[in-house]
């Protein structure tokens, strides 16, 4: 049976290709070209589930892919609940911040409302610090809601700090911070154990060549 790797397109996709390419797995055809939305790679026993980057833990999870690339961000929201995580292949790193416009107080006395796609880790940030808020669930754009008045504060993913200055807004507090994690269902961890086994090591022996 063909071992399935889920993947996001763009950056974790990018980053991710030298480190494959360790294990001798590459993709045949690339995902910005293709429509396919199962891209064989060079090896016939393994080909690449192109999904969204916050779908990637679920493909894992249930699996319908036997590894994945995804963001810490994502796990920490997913839950990661049958997932094995061995390694952390320190690429596609960030932030994840709540974010405000400038000066803003968030230690105020009121019901703040805060738009994220990260409403788990909003709200478990916010009740372990104490504080009583509403969570409206975005999927894009967040830095618009502050604008607009549709919310106070935002918490979402913060790298160079660009997106926010350009829109006036800047990162008031640390929630998490990430890098993509190499994971694997759990029962293919098992059951698959001697493909997956040396793919894992030679990416292992990837990362740390590159860091
Ligand atoms: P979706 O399409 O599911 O909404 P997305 O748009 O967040 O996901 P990407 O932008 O490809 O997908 O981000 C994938 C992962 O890369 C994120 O989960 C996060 O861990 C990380 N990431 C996001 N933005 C940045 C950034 N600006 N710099 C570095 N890493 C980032
Ligand atoms: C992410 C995130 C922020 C931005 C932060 O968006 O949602 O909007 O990156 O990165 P910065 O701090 O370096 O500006 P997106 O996935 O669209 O990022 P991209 O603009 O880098 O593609």
Not at 109 to 134: D, S
């Amino acid at each position: 049976m063909t071992l399935r790797i889920a993947l996001s397109k763009g950056r974790i996709f990018d980053d991710t290709l030298p480190l494959l390419a360790a294990a001798d797995i590459h993709p045949a055809e690339s995902p910005e070209t293709s429509r396919k939305l199962i891209l064989p790679s060079t090896r016939g026993d393994v080909e690449f589930l192109i999904v969204r980057a916050s779908d990637v833990a679920t493909y894992v999870q249930h699996g319908g892919a036997d590894l994945g690339v995804v963001g810490k961000d994502v796990l920490l929201e997913h839950g990661g609940d049958g997932l094995v995580e061995p390694i952390d292949l320190g690429i596609a790193k960030c932030k994840l911040m709540v974010c405000g416009p400038k000066g803003m107080d968030l230690s105020k006395n009121t019901r703040l409302r805060i738009a994220t796609k990260y409403t788990h880790c909003a709200r478990k940030h916010f009740a372990a610090t104490g504080r009583q808020v509403e969570i409206i669930k975005l999927y894009g754009s967040m830095e618009l809601a502050p604008l607009t008045g549709l919310a106070d504060a935002i918490v979402d993913v913060v790298d160079t700090g660009n997106t926010l200055k350009a829109n006036g807004l800047e990162a008031l507090e640390h929630v998490a911070s990430s890098s993509a994690r190499l994971v694997v269902n759990r029962v293919s961890m098992k059951v698959r154990h001697d493909e997956i086994a040396p793919i894992i090591e030679r990416m292992r022996h990837a990362v740390v060549q590159t860091s």
